[in-house]
């Protein structure tokens, strides 16, 4: 499976943004979608994933402001970021992942840069 993640970009502080990252290749290989990011000299972190039978998890610093969600149809999933702040600038990459086989799969990162 390969996954291309695009809808990066600059916003300013209280600003919205979406991402999208569209799954093409072995679907079937994968059950979950997700979303993480990567500041710069910090960890990577779990940003929101959702399975492929619609169970959602985000990480503590987006609750409420971020949203995932997925078109199965086309094999895509989203994350609208909204009240965006500069501590939520980093790479967001997209993961794709199978919850029991040997399956995690990256794809290219898009850079979010939020201006105070």
């Known amino acids: 499976v390969q996954l291309q993640a695009c809808g990066g970009g600059l916003v300013q502080t209280g600003g919205s943004l979406r991402l999208s990252c569209a799954a093409s290749g072995n679907i079937g290989s994968i059950n979950v979608m997700g979303w993480y990011r990567q500041a710069s000299g910090k960890q990577r972190e779990l940003v929101a994933y959702t399975t492929f039978s619609g169970i959602t998890n985000y990480g503590d610093s987006v609750k409420g402001r971020f949203t995932i969600s997925r078109d199965s149809a086309k094999n895509t999933i989203y994350l609208q970021m909204n009240s965006l702040t500069p501590e939520d600038t980093a790479v967001y990459f997209c993961?794709?992942?199978?919850?029991?086989?040997?399956?995690?799969?990256w794809g290219n990162g898009t850079q979010v840069t939020v201006s105070s």
């Open positions: 993961n794709g992942k199978h919850t029991f086989l040997a399956v995690n799969v």
